[in-house]
């Protein structure tokens, strides 16, 4: 049974910063691309950044370029979302999420709020 279990988020100033986790289980972990999404209230779910099996590889949306960094260490079946400059616009609900095939999986989501 895939597991996807997100920690870290919180509540936090502008310009601050925070770093995500996200631990898999149930699969091969290192074999698949992971993605960071969030969802913000009354908005659809967006794609914040992505990488590659290997980790070499990395796609970022625009509005998170330059401060957010995603990373992943393969031996401990984790991802990270590492969140610098943080903007009250990046308050959501960060999910983890991998494709394995046409089986998608999510995790249960961990709250980002930013605000003064």
């Known amino acids: 049974q895939v597991q996807l279990v997100e920690s870290g988020g919180g509540l936090v100033q502008p310009g601050g910063s925070l770093r995500l986790s996200c631990v898999a289980s149930?699969?091969?972990?290192?074999?698949?691309?992971m993605s960071w999404y969030r969802q913000a209230a009354g908005k659809e779910r967006e794609l914040v950044a992505r990488?590659?099996?290997?980790?070499?590889?990395?796609t970022y949306a625009d509005s998170v370029k330059g401060r957010f960094t995603i990373s992943r260490d393969n031996a401990k079946n984790a991802m990270f979302l590492q969140m610098n400059s943080l903007k009250p616009e990046d308050t959501a609900v960060y999910y983890c999420?991998?494709?394995?095939?046409?089986?998608?999986?999510w995790g249960q989501g961990t709250q980002v709020t930013v605000s003064s």
């Open positions: 999420f991998v494709a394995r095939g046409w089986v998608n999986d």
């Open positions: 149930g699969f091969i972990f290192s074999s698949y691309a």
């Open positions: 990488i590659a099996p290997s980790g070499t590889i990395t």
